[in-house]
């Protein structure tokens, strides 16, 4: 079964071209030119997974997220401004998934969808009893939910991914190399905030502990404190 991609970008010359790369990469896509457009073919379950440009004609990129987020927990890569720091921090902060810099390279843009939705799958696939508890979390892996104190977590697909992994070595550093390539699939590059910013919002998400529960480790990486 091809998984289904909706492009939402209005360069008509790039959705083109990264249409017909998607395509021939065995994927099946969906167009929109503008938010709106994209925002109705996304909420209308037609996707597995939405690519999404910022700056669009009528309603921004940012918006369309915004929305889709009070409605669906859609997989999404939004399309920035190449050096545009703060347009990724706040798509992070409303529920991106990851980001990709325009002009983009369509190899690029293949592997990241492909290794989002391929740990989507093998969540997918896992035990339906394969539920694990952490303190006031729970796991279902079945389901790729977790909750806290049984209220299930507003997560995004890379936050859930992040915060498995994080609790699979509770107690334990875990590298931001390793947690890079396990959570999002790819290496961590020079600069690159993308982990930095999930662990932001999953702070948050659980609370704000004093100390954090997931603590920094300074030079290495990431560990998660189970609450006593």
């Known amino acids: 079964m ?35 457009d994209g925002l109705a073919l996304a909420t209308g379950q037609d996707c597995d ?24 927990h859609l997989p999404v890569v939004l399309l920035t401004a190449r050096g545009d720091e703060t347009d990724r921090i706040v ?7 990851d980001y990709i810099p325009k002009p983009c390279n369509p190899r ?11 740990r989507i799958a093998w969540d997918q696939k896992a035990e339906v009893n394969g539920k694990r508890e952490y303190g006031d979390l729970r796991v279902e ?3 790729r939910r977790i909750f806290q104190n049984d209220q299930p977590l507003d997560l995004t697909a890379t ?10 070595h509770a107690g334990s550093v875990v590298r ?20 930095d910013m999930h662990i932001s919002n999953l702070r948050k998400k659980l609370g704000n502990d004093d100390p954090p529960r997931i603590e920094t ?5 990431y560990s998660y404190r189970v609450p006593v």
């Open 2 to 36: 091809q998984n289904r991609v909706l492009l939402v970008e209005d360069d008509e010359e790039l959705r083109e071209l990264l249409a017909r790369y998607l395509s021939s990469q065995g994927f099946s896509v969906r167009e929109a030119a503008n938010g709106r």
């Open 49 to 72: 997974i939405v690519v999404l440009d910022i700056m669009l004609p009528d309603i921004s990129g940012l918006d369309v997220l915004r929305e889709l987020r009070a409605q669906t």
């Open 91 to 97: 798509g992070f902060e409303v529920g991106a998934d």
């Open 108 to 118: 690029e843009l293949v592997a990241r969808l492909q290794a989002l939705l391929r």
């Open 141 to 143: 892996p079945a389901h």
């Open 159 to 168: 936050e859930y991914e992040v915060l498995q992994v994080l609790l699979a």
């Open 176 to 195: 931001k190399t390793d947690l890079m390539q396990w959570a999002l699939g790819r290496r961590l590059e020079a600069y690159d905030r993308t982990l």
């Open 217 to 221: 480790v300074r030079g290495l990486g």
